[in-house]
């Protein structure tokens, strides 16, 4: 993966931070050319300078900002028009992840049944049908949900069993290690600095105070940064696909606070024996992280 294609797709996090910025160029009238800096920017939003590097990155690719030169921060670029599109867009993408996350709770708590129509869900969360349909759009681009032969909805049958948790972890457990090992790998340096930071912040942070999408966007990025370093496209897709039915389960999970720093550690560790050359301690390593996620429920 180059650096090139990781910038071409900042995470969730990264583009809500994206709005953050243009919200704050908005709200404060900050008309083109106006001068921007991450120091500046990180204060206001309280923030780290690296996510905001990283935010102000994809504006430039947005063209909403352009960098002035090394270390002197950025100009606004984008008219007041560009910008309320922005934020109208980011509003909702937020009310489509606010329901995505209200149905994999229920659905996990057994709140919602494993067959449903269109009109139930309405009724239920007092939604729109074109905001649900681009939500049941997306669960079905993730292969949570499917369409019925004749009328409605149905869970997709991997979800929610004990069974099929473990099956997913035993398969995971062979794959990831194996991606390690690929001749091919190659590890992007520039995402290992990036996904070192991302951790690192969650280490400073409060464990308490922090959000579990946030842990698992961080976790799934770099499970499938390491399966994308393989340069076997085969594994990268497994581990995507893994990580989309992972994504619908754990953001309506708690971990405890012990454990998502062991994970954040684990990590760490296994990317510096990946740094050091070392990929068969580095998959003993991830083979070992594996087992120990494996035995938290949902």
């Known amino acids: 993966m ?5 910038r071409s797709e900042p995470s969730k996090l990264q583009r809500k931070l994206a709005v953050q910025i243009a919200e704050f160029i ?3 009238e900050l008309g083109e050319d106006a001068h921007l800096t991450e120091l500046g920017l990180a204060e206001a939003l309280k923030v780290s300078r690296t996510p905001v590097r990283r935010a102000l990155e994809h504006l430039t690719e947005l063209n909403v900002v352009a960098p002035m030169g090394p ?5 606004v670029t984008a008219s007041p028009e560009a910008l309320a599109s922005l934020t109208t867009e980011a509003g909702r993408s937020d009310e489509e992840e606010e ?3 209200r149905i ?3 659905y996990v708590a057994s709140r919602l049944p494993e067959q449903f129509s269109e009109a139930d869900v309405m009724r239920q969360y007092g939604v729109s049908r074109g905001l649900l349909l681009r939500v049941l759009q997306r669960m079905t681009r993730e292969r949570v949900i499917e369409r019925n032969l004749g009328y409605g909805w149905r869970f997709a049958p991997l979800l929610r069993s004990m069974e099929s ?3 997913s972890y035993r398969f995971r457990i062979v794959l990831e290690p194996a991606a390690i090992l690929e001749p091919a790998f190659t590890l992007d340096l520039a995402w290992a600095g990036r996904t070192r930071r991302a951790h690192e912040e969650i280490l400073k942070a409060p464990l308490a105070n922090l959000s579990m999408i946030k ?3 961080i976790n799934a990025e770099f499970h499938e940064g390491l399966a994308a370093c393989s340069g076997n496209h085969f594994f990268h897709e497994a581990v995507q696909l893994q990580n989309q039915l992972r994504r619908f389960l754990s953001y309506s999970w708690t971990y405890g606070q012990d454990r998502i720093a062991d994970s954040c550690h684990e990590h760490m560790e296994i990317l510096a024996a990946v740094e050091a050359g070392d990929r068969e301690w580095a998959a003993t390593l991830m083979r070992r992280h594996l087992d120990l996620a494996s035995r938290l429920k949902p």
């Open 2 to 6: 180059s650096e090139t294609q990781e």
């Open 104 to 106: 994999a709770g229920d």
């Open 215 to 217: 842990f698992f966007e």
């Open 26 to 28: 908005r709200d404060n």
């Open 165 to 167: 948790h473990d099956e």
């Open 71 to 75: 270390r002197r921060g950025f100009r």
């Open 99 to 101: 329901l995505y996350i």
